[in-house]
């Protein structure tokens, strides 16, 4: 199982950022996905996950409006898109398959200030 996220990056407060993880290694189609991030000194909070059967969707009451999860079963990908970005969305972003065990990314990080 191999999960690849894409850059993060820099970006002003009430900017927008998308991520990407690529999956390998698995039946992408079979599984629920996730975002989680994970900020020094805080715990890991899950984002956004979603269904591999129905598309279904969870976010975080942090990020819900603000934040959207999407996935591409034909590409293996899943996607993150930021808007309205905060200071407190600064963090190290994961994209993480669930389960025993569970498999994440290698992270990427996020920050968001002027």
């Known amino acids: 199982v191999q999960l690849v996220e894409s850059r993060g990056g820099l970006v002003q407060p009430g900017g927008s950022l998308r991520l990407s993880c690529a999956a390998s290694g698995f039946t992408f189609s079979n599984y629920y996905m996730t975002w989680y991030r994970q900020t020094p000194g805080k715990e890991r909070e899950m984002v956004a996950g979603i269904s591999s059967a129905d598309g279904s969707m969870y976010y975080a009451d942090s990020v819900k409006g603000r934040f959207t999860i999407s996935r591409d079963n034909a590409k293996n990908m899943v996607y993150l898109q930021m808007n309205s970005l905060k200071p407190e969305d600064t963090a190290v972003y994961y994209c993480?398959?669930?389960?025993?065990?569970?498999?994440w990314g290698q992270g990427c990080q996020v920050t968001v200030s002027s």
């Open positions: 993480v398959r669930p389960g025993t065990p569970a498999y």
